[in-house]
T-cell receptor, first 114, second 114 residues
Framework: KAGVTQTPRYLIKTRGQQVTLSCSPISGHRSVSWYQQTPGQGLQFLFEYFSETQRNKGNFPGRFSGRQFSNSRSEMNVSTLELGDSALYLC?????????????FGPGTRLTVT | AQKVTQAQTEISVVEKEDVTLDCVYETRDTTYYLFWYKQPPSGELVFLIRRNSFDEQNEISGRYSWNFQKSTSSFNFTITASQVVDSAVYFCALSEEAGTALIFGKGTTLSVSS
């Protein structure tokens, strides 16, 4: 079974631009979560989507948004990029079923904002 | 509020030594889930184990073992006879809702030298 895939793997953007990251979950998984990893703040939860609906949200500004498609693929968008948005963005998938809690992570997208 | 503390920032051992990674958590919920993840230099988080709050049975899997103690709010991880390939950052995480919003500790960097 293929794992979680994320594209692109690396990205360089300029402050003020916007960016879209993509995540394809493991086949059959309906839940996709996004996390931001920085040296200072560590791993922080952004949001989770299940069956095309945002089910949970972390404490991030509205510049961070996401969506999920009917095939469970998810995209994350960051508008008006700031230097502090430079981070590794990790996507995780799980079945979303009650009683199944493990999240499986993709390789991440490393975003650099200059 | 939820919180996960990994007091050890970095640990260095020589191959074949046993090493224990500490994790202390805070939560007000009676039902919660604890996880350990490994992040090798490649960056992808690898799921190791999940424990439910109502299951204090400790577990051994090969060279890995976990010690969950609700009385001290600890969920420690031991690697027996460490190997160079065990070198990675290890994260302890807590979730108060099934499969969503993992709260991570800051991680412990384990370096195993030959």
């Amino acid at each position: 079974k293929a794992g979680v895939t994320q594209t692109p793997r690396y990205l360089i953007k300029t402050r003020g631009q916007q960016v879209t990251l993509s995540c394809s979950p493991i086949s059959g998984h309906r839940s996709v979560s996004w996390y931001q990893q920085t040296p200072g703040q560590g791993l922080q939860f952004l949001f989770e989507y299940f069956s095309e609906t945002q089910r949970n949200k972390g404490n991030f500004p509205g510049r961070f948004s996401g969506r999920q498609f009917s095939n469970s693929r998810s995209e994350m968008n960051v508008s008006t990029l700031e230097l502090g948005d430079s981070a590794l963005y990790l996507c995780a998938s799980s079945t979303g079923q009650v009683g199944v809690y493990e999240q499986y992570f993709g390789p991440g997208t490393r975003l650099t904002v200059t | 509020a939820q919180k996960v503390t990994q007091a050890q920032t970095e640990i260095s051992v020589v191959e074949k030594e046993d090493v224990t990674l500490d994790c202390v958590y805070e939560t007000r919920d009676t039902t919660y889930y604890l996880f350990w993840y490994k992040q090798p230099p490649s960056g992808e988080l690898v799921f190791l184990i999940r424990r439910n709050s109502f299951d204090e049975q400790n577990e051994i899997s090969g060279r890995y073992s976990w010690n969950f103690q609700k009385s001290t709010s600890s969920f420690n991880f031991t690697i027996t006879a460490s190997q160079v390939v065990d070198s990675a950052v290890y994260f302890c995480a807590l979730s108060e809702e099934a499969g969503t919003a993992l709260i991570f500790g800051k991680g412990t960097t384990l370096s195993v030298s030959s």
